[in-house]
């Protein structure tokens, strides 16, 4: 209102132009220099305060902004005649949010609000406050009190919206949608609608309350004209006649829909859930619903009779056999899927036996075999057959290898897909080792064949036969993990490499070495590997699973420290944007996105994953500064001394997990986060179930446990340090009964996380520590209990509980855990073979109790040794508690000479396999590659490979694919493993010694006591 | 096979296997929602049997009077639906908003000059069009072209070309 009369916020407009200009140049001092000058003019002027706040936080200056915003607020508030304008409070509101002070912008819309009762602008902004505060309810109140006002349809849609919020994404009940509803009808009875998103968020609010009648009628009325395209009102019209039981009108609808689209495979599904009075692909999503939905269609057939079943099934026929005989381009797949639907359904009524399914998956394949999608296509047909029935099919199919296309690269696609099914069916996990290794060259030789197809595309450009690699890839993973031969885990690295130098670009090769590399204990090539990918943005929440949880037990802490950084910003930046955005969808009238854009990040807020990264990422900085006592403090202070962390701890049990990861892309031998196959015996498996479905508990049990860790951390740490100040002035009670209590709690929760009560879990920690049941107790939650045996040993410094509990004597808790750690860490380091001969290991369990149980050990022994030491201000010391110093610092120098000595065993494994000849380790992983002359064992693909590509025909292969060829080395590659494997190893081996270091110097200090 | 729908934001947690693709960008979110807040026709994904994602495009309408057109941001196709024409579909369907729902002038895009498969296919694309079956539509066209010709240096600094993919309507006095 203002700037109608070249004002900006009261100022004249000229005045303030340069500000704004210097602040988009990103001239902050300049920006701030100009705006002083200008409130030497206008000292009241809160627009001028707004914009000296604005540019002092984007200095950083965040303490100086928020006292200049609220000054700006207090003289806006004061100023009870003049104006109170939306550029004032949009700026103010700006920084408040960026501030994190949302609700002071709030108060400010609302102050001005109260005071302006019928500005339109300034509602406008509040709503927004309230958009962002996602205050369902005041957005309502606001959007309708601007209904009143002007009437406009917009402003009916965002009340309507913020209503269906609050049933949809609030505690707001279903009643509340016949609110909207009656608001809808009154406003299209005086006003119609002129938005098709209105019509469509209006037919929404009545289906939500299974209002399907009416809803139906709105759509094929007057105002289902608003809807241009015509598919979309029919899909809309197909699924609300399906929901209001009308199987046959639906049929009708969605075969309309076929005639106009007929690839459309969803509405084909619909239609012959119709037909088949089937209503099980209606049922609701929620925001847990898996991202990527199990490939089976789920159907309901036992509620038709014979007769209906066979009527509805040959008049589904009739159609598809007419949607085929329409097809003149022969590329439309739908119609020819529809058929094996059909069969599929039948099969499952039992109207027909799996010959009939399989003759329609032989058909689909002598018109479809060919192209790369074959497989992921006819996946949930091949799902119904029984094993015997797949390998009749197969076999069947098999036959067909001799009737190959004669067009070339038809025929590559039509071999690449038999091989493809053969994976897909299991059928790789049933050949013997002869066969596997016959197959994989039969692979290589194909892909070698066919490389001259690739010859004049461009790099850029997939190439004609690019999968073969990875099936080969597979197959020699598989050979490795059946054979422990560690020859044939070089050749599948060696072959994707090999592909990768013949072009870079093939993300699938990258991901299948990345996992590769992993396993192998090289994981600064995995990360380089990940890296390569270009994971970004959202792909972070779906892709960062391929090398998030090797780098978390990783002893590369910066590279961990940027993907866990990288995530959390992208993450927290969408939270803070995000409401922005769905303001954004209510400007544009597109409602349903307001929907959903709150819906999504609620979502993603509840990712599992992004609650991992926010447990981690302080834990990785309790990590990193583990050795020094006042470092590892600010941090612990930083973190409010986990009291947040707990908190999370006891909410997660009721809190929604989402699970986005998307494990298509997973390796076979890793096919979620959870599972490694290569890590156990060989097992023949068929199916690699890579949903997320069924981590949910694991998940939740990981948070809450670790999330518990900061504060243990820092209450073992205060139980340390008090226990001698004043422990016998108080006549041998509790120093800090708090302290003492809370840990007990927590060590009650965590032994009952465990699975057991905390005194069971003591025995079984005292038992193993006596070498009694030696580790199997602890089952694969080594850390866990190692963690907790050290926060066992803190408590009872404090609390001397442990012997009323049965456990152990005064210092026990020290010999306790020293014993632990040094059987268990020892145990592995002796029974270790080099990193070079024997891939994965126990190298990465290693890593983490090095840095984990070991590390809060550490502190707990600086916490002694601190406390231990003599300080000028306090008192002198009583006999007892010199003598009880004196006990306690025999106890610390046995653990520090405990502990030192693990790890300078540790060190010294470390040192030796890094200092061992390169040459001689290259040797190793070459030598496992070179063949026997039996024509067996591993080494054959590569040599295959090298052969036929030892003497490029640069007319056949094009220059390109030839120069590639030259460059191949696979001592390269041998080279870049130990590279890799010598990074990790040295980063570890800098973590020892760096605590070596740390603990020697602690005894130094000891020593003076 | 394929379902052509409405892009929606639980697909941004479903493309993965088309963005790994070296030439397919992954745009931070507020890119992708605020096309999906203000284009949400112009957003669309083709969907394969067990919903996953063969391959989706994403575009505006803009401009000020005679430049009022359609412009694609982005198409992409996972490998292993390429060489099916899909891309070509859902140019189709992009160009069909374009006219029928926006009355849009002309279609066009911005293409990396680096991404050399792309620019053949758009070429094809173009060469087998009829331009609204007369010569008009080629001069048409070619003024387009013109105003537009050269390379575009973007804020992503990436070199691209702009290819006017179709010219929908007349505009007059052209």
Same mark, same amino acid.
């Given at each position: 209102?203002?700037?109608?009369?070249?004002?900006?916020?009261?100022?004249?407009?000229?005045?303030?132009?340069?500000?704004?200009?210097?602040?988009?140049?990103?001239?902050?001092?300049?920006?701030?220099?100009?705006?002083?000058?200008?409130?030497?003019?206008?000292?009241?002027?809160?627009?001028?305060?707004?914009?000296?706040?604005?540019?002092?936080?984007?200095?950083?200056?965040?303490?100086?902004?928020?006292?200049?915003?609220?000054?700006?607020?207090?003289?806006?508030?004061?100023?009870?005649?003049?104006?109170?304008?939306?550029?004032?409070?949009?700026?103010?509101?700006? =920084?408040?949010?960026?501030?994190?002070?949302?609700?002071?912008?709030?108060?400010?819309?609302?102050?001005?609000?109260?005071?302006?009762?019928?500005?339109?602008?300034?509602?406008?902004?509040?709503?927004?406050?309230?958009?962002?505060? /996602?205050?369902?309810?005041?957005?309502?109140?606001?959007? #309708?009190?601007?209904?009143?006002?002007?009437?406009?349809?917009?402003?009916?849609?965002?009340?309507?919206?913020?209503?269906?919020?609050?049933?949809?994404?609030?505690?707001?009940?279903?009643?509340?949608?016949?609110?909207?509803?009656?608001?809808?009808?009154?406003?299209?009875?005086?006003?119609?609608?002129?938005?098709?998103?209105?019509?469509?968020?209006?037919?929404?609010?009545?289906?939500?309350?299974?209002?399907?009648?009416?809803?139906?009628?709105?759509?094929?009325?007057?105002?289902?004209?608003?809807?241009?395209?015509?598919?979309?009102?029919?899909?809309?019209?197909?699924?609300?006649?399906?929901?209001? &039981?009308? /199987?046959?009108?639906?049929?009708? =609808?969605?075969?309309?829909?076929?005639?106009?689209?007929?690839?459309?495979?969803?509405?084909?599904?619909?239609?012959?859930?119709?037909?088949?009075?089937?209503?099980?692909?209606?049922?609701?999503?929620?925001?847990?619903?898996?991202?990527?939905?199990?490939?089976?269609?789920?159907?309901?057939?036992?509620?038709?009779?014979?007769?209906?079943?066979?009527?509805?099934?040959?008049?589904?026929?009739?159609?598809?056999?007419?949607?085929? &005989?329409?097809?003149?381009?022969?590329?439309?797949?739908?119609?020819?899927?529809?058929?094996?639907?059909?069969?599929?359904?039948?099969?499952?009524?039992?109207?027909?036996?799996?010959?009939?399914?399989?003759?329609?998956?032989?058909?689909?394949?002598?018109?479809?075999?060919?192209?790369?999608?074959?497989?992921?296509?006819?996946?949930?047909?091949?799902?119904?057959?029984?094993?015997?029935?797949?390998?009749?099919?197969?076999?069947?199919?098999?036959?067909?290898?001799?009737?190959?296309?004669?067009?070339?690269?038809?025929?590559?696609?039509?071999?690449?897909?038999?091989?493809?099914?053969?994976?897909?069916?299991?059928?790789?996990?049933?050949?013997?080792?002869?066969?596997?290794?016959?197959?994989?060259?039969?692979?290589?030789?194909?892909?070698?064949?066919?490389?001259?197809?690739?010859?004049?595309?461009?790099?850029?450009?997939?190439?004609?036969?690019?999968?073969?690699?990875?099936?080969?890839?597979?197959?020699?993973?598989?050979?490795?993990?059946?054979?422990?031969?560690?020859?044939?885990?070089?050749?599948?690295?060696?072959?994707?490499?090999?592909?990768?130098?013949?072009?870079? /670009?093939?993300?699938?090769?990258?991901?299948?070495?990345?996992?590769?590399?992993?396993?192998?204990?090289?994981?600064?090539?995995?990360?380089?590997?990940?890296?390569?990918?270009?994971?970004?943005?959202?792909?972070?929440?779906?892709? @960062?699973?391929?090398?998030?949880?090797?780098?978390?037990?990783?002893?590369?802490?910066?590279?961990?420290?940027?993907?866990?950084?990288?995530?959390?910003?992208?993450?927290?930046?969408?939270?803070?944007?995000?409401?922005?955005?769905?303001?954004?969808?209510?400007?544009?009238?597109?409602?349903?996105?307001?929907?959903?854009?709150?819906?999504?990040?609620?979502?993603?807020?509840?990712?599992?994953? *992004?609650?991992?990264?926010?447990?981690?990422?302080?834990?990785?900085?309790?990590?990193?500064?583990?050795?020094?006592?006042?470092?590892?403090?600010?941090?612990?202070?930083?973190?409010?001394?986990? #009291?947040?962390?707990?908190?999370?701890?006891?909410?997660?049990?009721?809190?929604?997990?989402?699970?986005?990861?998307?494990?298509?892309?997973? $390796?076979?031998?890793?096919?979620?986060?959870?599972?490694?196959?290569?890590?156990?015996?060989?097992?023949?498996?068929?199916?690699?179930?890579?949903?997320?479905?069924?981590?949910?508990?694991?998940?939740?049990?990981?948070?809450?446990?670790?999330?518990?860790?900061?504060?243990?951390?820092?209450? %073992?740490?205060?139980?340390?340090?008090?226990?001698?100040?004043?422990?016998?002035?108080?006549?041998?009670?509790?120093?800090?009964?708090?302290? %003492?209590?809370?840990?007990?709690?927590?060590?009650?929760? *965590?032994?009952?996380?465990? &699975?057991?009560?905390?005194?069971?879990?003591?025995?079984?920690?005292?038992?193993?520590?006596?070498?009694?049941?030696?580790?199997?107790?602890?089952?694969?939650?080594?850390?866990?209990?190692?963690?907790?045996?050290?926060?066992?040993?803190?408590?009872?410094?404090?609390?001397?509980?442990?012997?009323?509990?049965?456990?152990?004597?005064?210092?026990?808790?020290?010999?306790?855990?020293?014993?632990?750690?040094?059987? /268990?860490?020892?145990?592995? =380091?002796?029974?270790?073979?080099?990193?070079?001969?024997?891939?994965?290991?126990?190298? $990465?369990?290693?890593?983490?109790?090095?840095?984990?149980?070991?590390?809060?050990?550490?502190?707990?022994?600086?916490?002694?040794?601190? @406390?231990?030491?003599?300080?000028?201000?306090?008192?002198?010391?009583?006999?007892?508690?010199?003598? %009880?110093?004196?006990?306690?610092?025999?106890?610390?120098?046995?653990?520090?000479?405990?502990?030192? &000595?693990?790890?300078?065993?540790?060190?010294?494994?470390?040192?030796?396999?890094?200092?061992?000849?390169?040459?001689?380790?290259?040797?190793?992983?070459?030598?496992?590659?070179?063949?026997?002359?039996?024509?067996?064992?591993?080494?054959?693909?590569?040599?295959?490979?090298?052969?036929?590509?030892?003497?490029?025909?640069?007319?056949?292969?094009?220059?390109?694919?030839?120069?590639?060829?030259?460059?191949?080395?696979?001592?390269?590659?041998?080279?870049?493993? =130990?590279?890799?494997?010598?990074?990790?190893?040295?980063?570890?081996?800098?973590?020892?010694?760096?605590?070596?270091?740390?603990?020697?110097?602690?005894?130094?200090?000891?020593?003076?006591? | 096979?394929?379902?052509?729908?409405?892009?929606?934001? +639980?697909?941004?947690?479903?493309?993965?296997?088309?963005?790994?693709?070296?030439?397919?960008?992954?745009?931070?979110?507020?890119?992708?929602?605020?096309?999906?807040?203000?284009?949400?026709?112009?957003?669309? !994904?083709?969907?394969?049997?067990?919903?996953?994602?063969?391959?989706?495009?994403?575009?505006? !309408?803009?401009?000020?009077?005679?430049?009022?057109?359609?412009?694609?941001?982005? !198409?992409? !196709?996972?490998?292993?639906?390429?060489?099916?024409?899909?891309?070509?579909?859902?140019? +189709?369907?992009?160009?069909?908003?374009?006219?029928?729902?926006?009355?849009?002038?002309?279609?066009?895009?911005?293409?990396?000059?680096?991404?050399?498969?792309?620019?053949?296919?758009?070429?094809?694309?173009?060469?087998?069009?009829?331009?609204?079956?007369?010569?008009?539509?080629?001069?048409?066209?070619?003024?387009?072209?013109?105003?537009?010709?050269?390379?575009?240096?973007?804020? +992503?600094?990436?070199?691209?070309?702009?290819?006017?993919?179709?010219?929908?309507?007349?505009?007059?006095?052209?």
């Amino acid at each position: 209102m203002a700037s109608k009369f070249g004002l900006a916020g009261g100022i004249p407009e000229r005045r303030v132009r340069p500000i704004w200009d210097a602040i988009d140049s990103r001239q902050f001092k300049n920006a701030l220099k100009i705006t002083t000058t200008l409130l030497s003019k206008h000292p009241h002027s809160p627009y001028a305060l707004a914009l000296k706040a604005l540019i002092l936080e984007r200095m950083g200056k965040s303490d100086e902004a928020l006292f200049v915003c609220l000054n700006a607020k207090e003289l806006l508030y004061k100023n009870e005649s003049l104006l109170m304008d939306d550029l004032t409070l949009s700026t103010l509101q700006i =920084v408040f949010q960026r501030l994190d002070h949302l609700e002071l912008a709030t108060s400010c819309y609302e102050h001005a609000c109260g005071k302006f009762p019928n500005n339109l602008e300034l509602m406008m902004g509040l709503f927004n406050c309230y958009v962002r505060e /996602y205050s369902f309810v005041k957005q309502q109140q606001t959007a #309708i009190k601007m209904y009143k006002l002007v009437g406009e349809e917009r402003f009916l849609l965002w009340a309507v919206c913020s209503i269906q919020l609050q049933v949809l994404c609030g505690n707001g009940g279903e009643k509340l949608l016949l609110l909207a509803e009656g608001l809808l009808k009154k406003h299209v009875a005086s006003h119609s609608l002129h938005e098709p998103e209105a019509l469509i968020v209006y037919i929404s609010i009545l289906e939500q309350q299974a209002k399907f009648g009416d809803a139906l009628e709105i759509l094929t009325g007057k105002l289902g004209s608003l809807l241009m395209i015509e598919v979309d009102k029919l899909r809309i019209q197909g699924k609300l006649l399906a929901r209001a &039981g009308d /199987y046959a009108a639906a049929a009708n =609808v969605y075969q309309k829909i076929l005639e106009l689209c007929a690839d459309d495979w969803e509405a084909f599904l619909h239609y012959l859930g119709c037909l088949l009075e089937d209503d099980s692909s209606w049922s609701k999503e929620n925001i847990n619903a898996p991202i990527h939905p199990t490939k089976f269609v789920e159907c309901k057939l036992t509620h038709l009779t014979d007769e209906v079943f066979d009527s509805c099934v040959s008049n589904a026929s009739a159609f598809v056999q007419k949607l085929q &005989g329409e097809e003149s381009s022969n590329s439309l797949r739908n119609p020819y899927l529809a058929h094996l639907e059909i069969e599929r359904r039948k099969y499952l009524f039992g109207k027909n036996n799996h010959d009939d399914l399989i003759e329609g998956l032989l058909q689909y394949y002598s018109r479809f075999g060919h192209l790369a999608c074959f497989t992921s296509d006819v996946e949930a047909f091949i799902q119904v057959l029984s094993p015997e029935k797949k390998m009749e099919f197969l076999d069947k199919l098999m036959k067909n290898s001799n009737a190959l296309s004669a067009v070339p690269t038809k025929a590559l696609g039509q071999s690449i897909t038999l091989l493809k099914t053969q994976e897909l069916i299991g059928n790789m996990f049933r050949l013997s080792v002869g066969e596997l290794e016959a197959s994989a060259l039969q692979m290589a030789e194909l892909y070698c064949k066919n490389l001259p197809l690739s010859k004049d595309l461009d790099p850029q450009e997939s190439m004609h036969g690019e999968e073969l690699l990875s099936i080969v890839c597979n197959v020699l993973v598989q050979l490795f993990w059946r054979t422990r031969n560690l020859g044939y885990f070089v050749e599948a690295v060696m072959v994707l490499e090999f592909g990768l130098t013949i072009r870079r /670009y093939v993300w699938q090769y990258k991901i299948l070495l990345l996992h590769l590399y992993s396993h192998f204990c090289a994981l600064s090539l995995a990360y380089e590997r990940y890296k390569s990918l270009d994971v970004k943005n959202i792909l972070m929440e779906t892709v @960062s699973h391929h090398i998030l949880p090797q780098m978390l037990v990783s002893p590369l802490w910066a590279d961990l420290s940027n993907l866990l950084k990288d995530y959390l910003k992208f993450m927290d930046d969408h939270f803070r944007e995000s409401a922005d955005l769905t303001f954004l969808a209510y400007r544009h009238r597109n409602y349903s996105k307001v929907i959903e854009f709150v819906q999504f990040k609620d979502r993603l807020q509840h990712s599992n994953q *992004y609650l991992v990264a926010r447990v981690e990422a302080p834990i990785l900085q309790l990590k990193q500064s583990a050795d020094n006592i006042e470092e590892e403090e600010s941090i612990l202070e930083s973190l409010k001394c986990g #009291i947040d962390f707990v908190e999370l701890s006891n909410e997660i049990g009721s809190k929604v997990l989402t699970f986005n990861e998307d494990f298509q892309s997973r $390796p076979w031998w890793t096919p979620t986060t959870e599972k490694n196959y290569l890590l156990g015996p060989f097992e023949g498996i068929s199916y690699y179930p890579k949903e997320n479905l069924g981590r949910e508990a694991n998940v939740r049990g990981t948070i809450e446990r670790k999330s518990l860790l900061p504060r243990m951390i820092y209450l %073992s740490i205060q139980s340390a340090s008090v226990l001698h100040k004043d422990n016998s002035e108080i006549n041998g009670s509790l120093a800090d009964p708090k302290t %003492s209590t809370e840990l007990r709690t927590l060590l009650e929760r *965590y032994a009952k996380l465990l &699975g057991f009560s905390l005194n069971d879990a003591i025995d079984v920690v005292v038992g193993a520590s006596r070498g009694l049941n030696p580790f199997q107790a602890f089952g694969s939650d080594v850390i866990d209990w190692l963690n907790f045996a050290v926060f066992l040993n803190a408590w009872n410094l404090n609390s001397h509980e442990l012997e009323q509990l049965g456990g152990e004597c005064m210092h026990g808790g020290w010999h306790l855990v020293n014993s632990l750690l040094e059987n /268990y860490i020892l145990g592995k =380091v002796r029974s270790m073979e080099p990193l070079i001969h024997s891939p994965q290991g126990d190298f $990465p369990m290693l890593v983490q109790i090095a840095t984990e149980p070991l590390a809060w050990h550490g502190l707990v022994i600086q916490s002694c040794v601190r @406390s231990c030491l003599p300080s000028g201000k306090k008192k002198k010391k009583s006999g007892s508690v010199d003598q %009880s110093i004196s006990s306690l610092s025999y106890a610390i120098r046995d653990a520090i000479q405990s502990l030192c &000595g693990t790890l300078e065993e540790v060190a010294k494994w470390l040192q030796d396999q890094i200092n061992s000849p390169e040459d001689k380790k290259m040797d190793n992983l070459v030598s496992s590659l070179q063949r026997n002359g039996q024509g067996e064992g591993p080494g054959q693909v590569l040599h295959l490979l090298e052969t036929l590509m030892s003497s490029p025909n640069e007319t056949v292969l094009g220059n390109r694919i030839s120069e590639a060829l030259r460059s191949w080395s696979p001592v390269d590659v041998a080279r870049k493993i =130990v590279t890799g494997q010598c990074t990790v190893l040295s980063e570890f081996c800098r973590i020892c010694k760096s605590k070596i270091k740390s603990l020697r110097a602690l005894k130094q200090q000891l020593a003076q006591v | 096979m394929t379902t052509i729908r409405r892009f929606c934001c +639980n697909d941004l947690l479903r493309f993965a296997s088309v963005n790994l693709d070296h030439l397919t960008e992954t745009f931070n979110m507020s890119f992708y929602m605020t096309y999906l807040a203000r284009w949400p026709d112009y957003f669309h !994904v083709a969907e394969g049997p067990g919903k996953r994602i063969m391959g989706y495009i994403m575009g505006k !309408v803009e401009g000020q009077g005679e430049s009022w057109h359609g412009h694609v941001t982005a !198409v992409t !196709v996972a490998p292993e639906y390429r060489r099916q024409q899909l891309a070509k579909k859902l140019m +189709n369907l992009l160009e069909d908003i374009s006219d029928k729902i926006d009355k849009a002038y002309f279609v066009d895009l911005f293409v990396r000059a680096s991404n050399t498969p792309a620019i053949k296919m758009y070429e094809k694309m173009v060469a087998k069009r009829k331009w609204l079956g007369c010569q008009f539509g080629r001069e048409l066209l070619t003024s387009y072209k013109s105003a537009a010709d050269g390379q575009f240096y973007l804020e +992503n600094s990436f070199f691209c070309h702009q290819i006017i993919l179709t010219v929908l309507n007349w505009i007059e006095g052209i």
